[in-house]
């Protein structure tokens, strides 16, 4: 059987800050595949590049060194254009939601899905409501973001990322802001309708609670990239296969 194309290659990425005598390396040699389906986490100190990686991943920023490729379409030189259409594939979750205040959440939803496709309204509402269904906040989908807690708003901010069925998530700290029960029963979502789907997820985090989703946590330290020893002793233990390669 052929190998699944991977979601996310990345090959020799280096990455710096700055410039001139204040040029400073941020990551180095980073080299590493996501596969549909996986849920990979990635943890690491604070200021060892994470968010940067994710970053360079999201289309957010323009890959200087190495190659990056989404789908098999490379970043590196990538135009705007380009750029942008890469972005329309990735789903994004931040730590603080970002929801607009001045919107609901099926509003906040339906955002998502007007900017990325021609779709009729009657439709954008119809599958804004259906997502948010989903995450388990049907009975809120006329509510401003005041008036939900947290885990709630959390869980807006996961449907307006699902809601165009993106090849990935990139998920930054979702968690930090949530209390323990808050934080898991979002990344158990996250993974639900991450294998419902086969989105793959990349998805920092300091939370060890929350650790026995992934299928493969790899560590950032410095800038430098590694496998975590526990990884393939964590996925046997929680029942998910492993990629070797
Ligand atoms: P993490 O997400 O692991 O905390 P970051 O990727 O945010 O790490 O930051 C990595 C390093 O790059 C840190 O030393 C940080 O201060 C620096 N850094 C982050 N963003 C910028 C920027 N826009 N300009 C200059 N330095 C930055
Ligand atoms: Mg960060």
Known sequence: MPK????????HLNHYYGKGALKKQILFDINFDIYPGEIVIMTGPSGSGKTTLLS????????????????GEELYRANQKRLVNIRRN????????????????RQNVQMAVEL?????????IARS?????????????NYFPDN??????????????????????LADEPTAALDRQSGRDVVELMQRLAREKGTSILLVT??????????????????????DSQNIVLSRESGFKTHTN
């Not at 990735?90 to 959440?105: D, M, P, R, S």
Request: charged letters at 20%.
């Open 4 to 11: 699944k194309e991977a979601v996310i290659s990345i090959k």
């Open 56 to 71: 360079l991943i999201g289309g957010l920023r323009s890959v200087q060194e190495g190659s990056l490729k989404f789908l």
């Open 90 to 105: 990735i789903g994004f979750i931040f730590q603080a939601h970002n929801l607009l205040g001045f919107l609901t959440a």
């Open 116 to 124: 990325n496709d021609r779709i009729s309204q009657v439709d954008a």
């Open 129 to 141: 409501e259906g997502i948010l269904k989903s995450v388990g906040l049907g009975s809120r989908v």
């Open 148 to 169: 939900l807690s947290g885990g709630q708003k959390q869980r807006v901010a996961i449907a307006r990322a699902l809601v165009n069925n993106p090849a990935m998530i």
């Open 206 to 227: 300091h939370d060890n609670r929350i650790l026995d989703i992934a299928d493969r946590i790899i560590n950032m330290e410095d800038g430098v990239l590694a496998r």
